[in-house]
């Protein structure tokens, strides 16, 4: 059996964010994210079904005659770049156990792809050299999430990598499957060539989900180019916007027996994204008109209508506070609605200090944003949680959550979960566990981009995106970007970049 080290480190960066990644949010326990994983405590991974790639990767290893030596893993929310101590310091982690545990044969990396730390450092370039400088020419193959901005340099450095081809992202299983069988065959000494380019403009995240147009015939490519002969794998990165480096942006790699049939598969799949290119646009509506339209469509069906708060979402490194939409609601009577996770450790605070069954003055969010304010106001303190509870939809399935001190509180019909960790809106428990059930709300409000769509898409009758200001910028047009390469197109057919225009 090969003995394959396994290590995961895994931040996906908002370079715009005001948000800090401090060391803790890596070392404990934080919403999506389990504490940082030693050695052998990789291994509960394997035990079951888990949307990781680790998971899938040691589920599927003695069937690819693989024994796994696992590492160090951790992972936390997006957020600012990571400082260049804390990033040492994990890496430095990883490097340690990577001393002490070689030789392997191979090794597996669990990584993101949009991790920047320092001075606009590209996080998984430098894991990629610092693990090569180690282990030498022995197989690496990748994990990625779709939302990878992949340099060229990180391209080279990696024997394979594979990316999750669902947003919402709901085959970290399968992906980790997808490298076993990849690193068996590299093992195995087979022919293996690879390509790789870079889309000439970048994709708005609301135009992303594969569970509609344009990106679900995009994705639906790629099994095709896996079944032409000579294929090994092929991906698709759709690239994380709020991220300030050259290389942001979708890109494709592809690996074969043979070099034509590389690169023949990779023009193919971006010639798809290429035709695609016009559908790449932003459509976001402002608060007001939002919360009209909801109002009036819920008048007419009986599943909730769903605002999406897409530029405030803690999975894109937002802090997921604002209360522009809590305040339009107000100010217009809404019918029952549920707004979350809005990120507030002070307010779920007072509101556990003041127990279930009573009332209590709040400055409720816009404490982050330069400019914005609080809803302050009244709230009546339904219930209250602390401590985990368990995931129940597709992304998080099986998993441990806990989002520190939560609360749920009322102003008038309007139903708010507050957390102490920041966490995106993925998942219906995370209004279950403080008594909301989703499905009985007129109107909801989710701080989230596309992933809430795995587990509140079937219960949406309209999906609304609002254009509410947070630290992401749906528009790409209108990022402050200053490193950027020149002449990447802001948004599918999109104003050109230049570094000379202001
Ligand atoms: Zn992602």
Same mark, same amino acid.
């Given at each position: ?186 093992? @195995?000494?087979? %022919? ?6 870079? #889309?000439?403009? +970048?994709?708005?995240? $609301? !135009? /992303? &989900? ?72 932003? @459509?976001?509506? %402002? ?6 339209? #909801?109002?009036? +469509?819920?008048?007419? $069906? !009986? /599943? &909730? ?198």
């Amino acid at each position: 059996m090969a003995k394959i080290g396994l290590a995961g480190f895994i931040h996906e960066t908002n370079t715009f964010s005001n948000t800090p990644t401090p060391l803790e949010n890596f070392l404990n326990q934080s919403g999506f994210y389990p504490k940082l994983l030693h050695g052998d405590e990789i291994l509960q991974f394997g035990e079951k079904r888990l949307n990781i790639a680790a998971s899938g990767f040691l589920a599927d290893a003695a069937k690819c005659d693989l024994t796994v030596c696992p590492l160090i893993w951790c992972g936390t929310e997006p957020s600012q770049p990571i400082t260049e101590d804390v990033f040492n310091h994990l890496m430095g982690m990883i490097e340690k156990k990577m001393h002490e545990n070689f030789p392997f044969d191979g090794l597996l990396l669990d990584l993101h792809g949009a991790m920047v730390y320092g001075n606009l450092q590209d996080g998984e370039t430098e894991i990629l050299r610092r693990s090569r400088a180690i282990v030498g020419n022995i197989p690496i193959v990748t994990s990625f999430d779709l939302h990878g901005n992949i340099s060229k340099e990180c391209f080279e450095l990696a024997t394979v990598m594979i990316g999750y081809r669902t947003y919402p992202h709901i085959d970290g299983f399968e992906n980790g499957q997808r490298c076993a069988q990849v690193m068996r065959y590299v093992l @195995d000494g087979k %022919p293996l060539y690879k390509s790789f380019q870079m #889309a000439p403009f +970048l994709m708005p995240a $609301t !135009t /992303q &989900p594969t569970t509609k147009e344009p990106a679900q015939s995009l994705y639906a490519q790629l099994p095709i180019v896996e079944d032409w002969d000579g294929v090994i794998s092929a991906s698709i990165m759709e690239g994380f916007n709020a991220c300030d480096l050259p290389h942001t942006g979708p890109s494709v790699f592809t690996y074969a027996s043979d070099q034509l049939t590389a690169d023949k598969s990779a023009d193919f799949l971006m010639r798809a994204i290429l035709e695609r290119e016009e559908q790449f646009s932003v @459509d976001l509506v %402002p608060p007001f008109e939002a919360v009209r339209r #909801a109002i009036k +469509l819920q008048q007419s $069906t !009986t /599943q &909730p209508v769903i605002l999406v708060d897409v530029q405030d979402n803690a999975g894109g490194g937002s802090p997921s506070d604002t209360v522009w939409l809590l305040k339009e609601l107000v100010k217009n009577d809404a019918p029952e609605t549920a707004l979350g996770v809005l990120w507030d450790p002070h307010a779920a605070e007072l509101a556990h200090q003041a127990g279930e069954g009573n009332t209590v003055e709040i400055a409720l969010g816009g404490h982050s944003l330069p400019g914005h304010t609080p809803m302050t106001a009244s709230y009546h303190v339904e219930k209250l949680h602390e401590g985990d509870f368990m995931g129940n939809g597709p992304m998080v399935a099986g998993r441990v959550l806990n989002l520190g001190k939560m609360a749920h509180v009322r102003l008038g019909n309007i139903h708010i979960v507050i957390s102490s960790d920041r966490m995106q809106a993925l998942d219906q428990s995370l209004f279950r566990v403080v008594g909301i059930e989703p499905c009985e709300m007129k109107i909801l409000v989710l701080k989230s981009a596309n992933h809430y769509r795995a587990d509140f898409g079937p219960i949406a009758s309209a999906i609304i995106n609002v254009d509410a200001p947070s630290a992401i910028l749906e528009d790409p047009s209108k990022i402050a970007y200053t490193n950027l390469r020149e002449g990447v197109r802001l948004k599918g057919l999109g104003p050109v970049f230049s570094k000379s225009k202001p």
